[in-house]
C-alpha cells in the first residue's frame, strides 16, 4: 500500500496566519455584543443586524474575490489584501463613538474576510493532495478555531487587568492582525499553475456549466445550514442574560471554539473516509440539541452545554462543507466556486441574524433559538429525504 501523503507545510503556515487573525479579530467580537449593549446602548435588533449585514458582507464579497482569483490565475495577492484590510480595521473598534462607526469598521473588517476567504480555500485546495484534503480543511480550521478561543481568553486577562476598559483591550488587537498579515506576505508560497492554464473569465456561461448539480446541491446544503445557525453574538446575550459578569462574556467563545478547535481536525480527517451526508447529518442533529438547550435553559451550566454543542457542530460541518465544494468543482474554478458557495451562505446569514435579532427583542431569547431548531430540524429532514449523486458517491465509503 502507498502512505498517505502528509499535509504539506504550506498549509500549517496558513492555519498560523488564520490563527493570528482570529486571535486579533475574536479578541475584539468576544467583547463587542456587550460593548455595543451597554456603552453605546445599541438594542438587541441593531446588533442582530450589525452581525448579519457584517458577515454577509464578508460572505458575498467571497464571489468576487474567487472569481478574480480564477481569472487572474494567483491566490496570494488577494488573500494578502483581505488580511491587510483586517488589520486595518482594527483601530477603528477601540476609536468607535456610536454604534454606525462600529459597523462601519465591522464592514471594513467583514470585506478583508470575504476578499482573503475563496481564495485562502481555493489556495489549501491547491496546494492539498487530494487524499488528504478533508485533513488539509480541517487542520487549517482547527488553528483558525485556535485563534478564536485565544483571542477571548486574553480579552479576560485584559479586562480584569484594566478594570473593564473596553477600548484599552481593542488596541492590543492591532498587533496579532499585523504579525498574521507578515507570515502570509513572507512565509506562504503560492504554488506555480501549469503551463498553459486558462486564464479566462471564469463567469462566463460555458464556463459556469462545468459547476455541475453535485456542486449547486452543496451550496443549497451550505445555506440551509447557515440559515438554521445565525450569529454566534447571540450566544454571548443568552449568557449574560444566566448571569455571566461583563469581564466574563469572552468565555462564551472560549468554551464554543475551543471545542470546535479540539474536533476540526479529527472530522477533517473522517471527511476523507466516510459518508459526507452522514456527517453533514450528525452535525445538524448536534446543533438541534445546541437550540434547545439554549431555548429551554436559563442556568449558567445549561447555556454553557448548549454552547459547547454548538461548536461541535462547527467542528462536524464547516471543514467538510469546504472538502465537498473543493471536490465538486474543478480546479480552474475553485476561486469561483468558493465564492458561490458562500455568497448564498451570506444571504442565508443576514436573514436568519435579522430575524433572530426580532425575535429577541419582540420575545425573547428563548424564542430565537427554539426558532434555531425548526429551521435546523427543517434541513435535517430535507437532507436526509434527498440522496444526490454526489451523496451517493459519497455513502459507498
Not at 453605546?40 to 458582507?57: R, V
Amino acid at each position: 500500500m502507498q502512505p498517505r501523503p502528509r499535509v504539506p507545510p504550506a498549509i500549517w503556515a496558513l492555519g498560523f496566519v488564520s490563527l493570528l487573525m482570529d486571535i486579533s479579530s475574536e479578541l475584539i467580537h468576544s467583547l463587542l455584543p456587550v460593548f455595543l449593549v451597554t456603552t453605546l446602548g445599541a438594542s438587541a435588533f441593531t446588533l442582530g443586524l450589525i452581525e448579519g449585514a457584517a458577515e454577509a458582507t464578508a460572505l458575498i464579497v467571497k464571489v468576487f474575490s474567487g472569481v478574480l482569483s480564477d481569472a487572474m490565475g494567483r491566490r496570494k495577492p488577494l488573500a494578502v489584501l483581505g488580511y491587510g484590510l483586517g488589520a486595518l480595521s482594527k483601530p477603528l473598534f477601540a476609536l468607535a463613538p456610536t454604534a454606525g462607526f462600529v459597523l462601519a469598521a465591522r464592514l471594513i473588517d467583514r470585506v478583508g474576510k470575504g476578499i482573503r476567504g475563496a481564495p485562502r480555500d481555493a489556495l489549501v485546495a491547491d496546494l492539498a493532495p487530494p487524499a488528504v484534503r478533508g485533513a488539509a480543511f480541517g487542520l487549517r480550521q482547527a488553528l483558525d478555531t485556535a485563534g478564536a478561543f485565544l483571542g477571548p481568553l486574553l480579552a479576560i486577562a485584559l479586562m480584569l487587568l484594566w478594570a473593564n476598559d473596553l477600548r484599552a483591550v481593542f488596541w492590543v488587537a492591532v498587533i496579532p492582525a499585523v504579525l498574521s498579515v507578515a507570515l502570509l506576505a513572507f512565509g506562504v508560497r503560492e504554488p506555480e499553475r501549469p503551463p498553459g492554464a486558462p486564464h479566462a473569465n471564469p463567469i462566463r456561461r460555458d464556463r459556469l456549466r462545468e459547476l455541475g448539480p453535485a456542486y449547486w446541491w452543496v451550496v443549497a446544503v451550505g445555506a440551509a445550514f447557515t440559515l438554521a445557525r445565525f450569529s454566534e453574538a447571540f450566544l454571548v446575550l443568552r449568557a449574560a442574560q444566566a448571569g455571566l459578569a461583563l469581564a466574563w462574556t469572552p468565555l462564551v467563545f472560549v468554551g464554543m471554539n475551543l471545542v470546535y478547535a479540539l474536533v476540526a481536525y479529527p472530522f477533517g480527517r473522517l471527511a476523507d473516509r466516510v459518508s459526507h451526508r452522514r456527517l453533514l447529518a450528525a452535525g445538524l442533529a448536534v446543533l438541534i440539541a445546541a437550540d434547545l438547550l439554549l431555548a429551554l435553559g436559563t442556568h449558567a451550566l445549561v447555556v454553557g452545554g448548549g454552547i459547547a454543542l454548538w461548536g461541535l457542530h462547527l467542528g462536524i460541518t464547516q471543514g467538510l462543507l469546504a472538502t465537498m465544494v473543493a471536490g465538486a468543482a474543478p480546479p480552474a474554478l475553485r476561486g469561483t466556486a468558493f465564492g458561490f458557495f458562500n455568497l448564498a451562505s451570506g444571504v442565508a446569514l443576514l436573514a436568519a441574524s435579522t430575524l433572530a435579532g426580532l425575535l429577541w427583542d419582540r420575545i425573547g431569547g428563548g424564542a430565537t433559538f427554539a426558532a434555531g431548531a425548526v429551521f435546523s430540524a427543517a434541513a435535517l429532514a430535507v437532507l436526509l429525504w434527498r440522496r444526490t449523486p454526489l451523496q451517493a458517491a459519497t455513502d459507498s465509503r
